[in-house]
């Protein structure tokens, strides 16, 4: 970068067959004519990110991270959505250019994968709003997934999970598409999720669910599974009914498809491969956020925000739990906000962290970790999330040709 040296990141780092995000410094190009060189002030954590560390996808030196917002430094010949000097929001693909992604000081997006901050959303709720609205936008709409119809609004669906990250995104989409919404949550966010859109509620945990989602909606067709617990997913499938019986996942295993009821076709949502590298998925061709930006400044969605401090960590409800069993088959939920978190070397004390090794500083407290025990919380503490997403948009919102 002309002028700038390095560059503050988060990067992958192979000791001893063990992987981990350490602090470092990394080197990377200019923007590219369509992309735009960004200062990065808040980065969320995703689930997403643990697969990718655990799973060696990526090398050394790749730095991960999906979804951050920050201020414009620079832009490509060809950008016209932003200039130098506006806040937004956007994500990329993390690990896919070597050295640069959420995760960094410095980061380059591409203009069709960002929006503008409006004055009615911080920070903190817009960073996590572009991959979990995606991930819900993409489930409910493209052709291999729920492909449900938009221009109808007498569609009922199912959201299980609904108050996870992705929950909250999928409920507030399909309301604005006045879908009829059958929620299940644990008790203690039945408020929550009512007040952003579904029309019934019910415990998960309830083994009288899948007959009240009977009694509800005979002959229900789709069932979007937003947390990806194979422990649930046969009871998600007794409760469709109808002709034609339509389950997507965020995760997909043999296991979660051994309890699966015959007649049930499953998808699974598969965000990374969606548009963060082809911009196109199944019918659905991502163009821009302008769908998202226009939603933002109506104030029609709600993100979710779980800031991780060094003391208590991330806020959580009685519905969280840790984001790497989430990963193994359990229940992602909460989206964590980094703020700052590689930009002040002076503030980072967290270099050794193991297993997850990603750290934040919020308003100027460090988290730091030197002993095992400290290390195993730091990276506990900092797994709990989920990824937020951001919608799709396309020509015609109804349109799946």
Same mark, same amino acid.
């Given at each position: 970068m002309a002028g700038r040296a390095s560059n503050n990141a988060l990067a992958i780092k192979t000791v001893e067959s063990q992987r981990s995000s350490t602090k470092?410094?990394?080197?990377? *190009?200019? *923007?590219?004519p369509t992309q735009a060189l960004i200062r990065v002030s808040h980065a969320a954590q995703n689930s997403m990110d643990v697969v990718s560390l655990d799973s060696g996808e990526f090398s050394d030196g790749s730095v991960l991270g999906y979804d951050f917002v920050g201020t414009v430094e620079k832009v490509g010949s060809h950008v016209s959505l932003a200039k130098k000097g506006d806040i937004i929001g956007g994500m990329v693909y993390g690990g896919q250019i070597l050295g640069f992604s959420g995760d960094n000081e410095y980061t380059l997006t591409d203009e069709r994968l960002c929006f503008k901050l409006p004055p009615n959303i911080s920070r903190e709720e817009a960073v996590t709003t572009p991959l979990a609205a995606c991930? /819900?936008?993409l489930g409910l709409f493209s052709k291999s997934c729920l492909n449900a119809d938009?221009?109808? =609004?007498?569609?009922?669906?199912?959201i299980w999970g609904a108050s996870s990250c992705v929950g909250r995104f999928a409920i507030q989409i399909a309301a604005m598409y006045r879908f009829r919404i059958i929620a299940t949550c644990g008790p203690s966010s039945f408020d929550l999720v009512k007040s952003l859109g579904a029309d019934h509620v019910l415990d998960y945990c309830d083994e009288d669910a899948c007959s009240r989602i009977h009694e509800l909606a005979p002959g229900l067709q789709y069932a979007f599974d937003a947390v990806g617990s194979q422990s649930h997913?046969? %009871?998600l499938s007794r409760a469709l #009914?109808?002709? #034609?019986? =339509?389950?997507?996942? &965020?995760f997909l295993s043999d296991a979660y498809l051994s309890g699966i009821a015959s007649g049930t076709s499953v998808s699974n949502v598969r965000a990374w491969e969606a548009f963060l590298c082809k911009h196109h998925y199944e019918g659905k061709t991502f163009q821009d956020l302008e769908e998202v930006d226009k939603w933002n400044k109506a104030g029609e969605l709600r993100g979710r925000v779980g800031t991780v401090n060094d003391r208590s960590g991330p806020t959580t409800d009685s519905d969280d739990t840790n984001v790497a069993d989430s990963v193994r088959g359990k229940r992602p939920s909460l989206? =964590?906000?980094?703020? %700052?978190?590689?930009?002040?070397?002076? =503030?980072?004390h967290a270099d050794n962290v193991e297993t997850l090794g990603l750290a934040a500083?919020? +308003?100027?407290?460090?988290?730091?970790? #030197?002993? *095992?025990?400290?290390?195993? +919380?730091? /990276?506990?503490?900092?797994?709990?999330? &989920?990824?937020?997403?951001?919608?799709?948009s396309a020509d015609e919102p109804g349109n799946t040709e």
């Open positions: 470092g410094s990394v080197v990377g *190009p200019e *923007p590219s991930i /819900a936008y938009i221009k109808h =609004n007498d569609v009922t669906v199912l997913s046969a %009871a #009914t109808g002709k #034609t019986r =339509n389950l997507c996942t &965020i989206a =964590n906000v980094m703020e %700052a978190a590689v930009q002040s070397s002076e =503030n980072f500083h919020h +308003r100027g407290a460090s988290v730091s970790a #030197t002993s *095992p025990k400290e290390k195993d +919380r730091v /990276a506990r503490d900092l797994r709990r999330s &989920i990824s937020v997403v951001s919608a799709e």
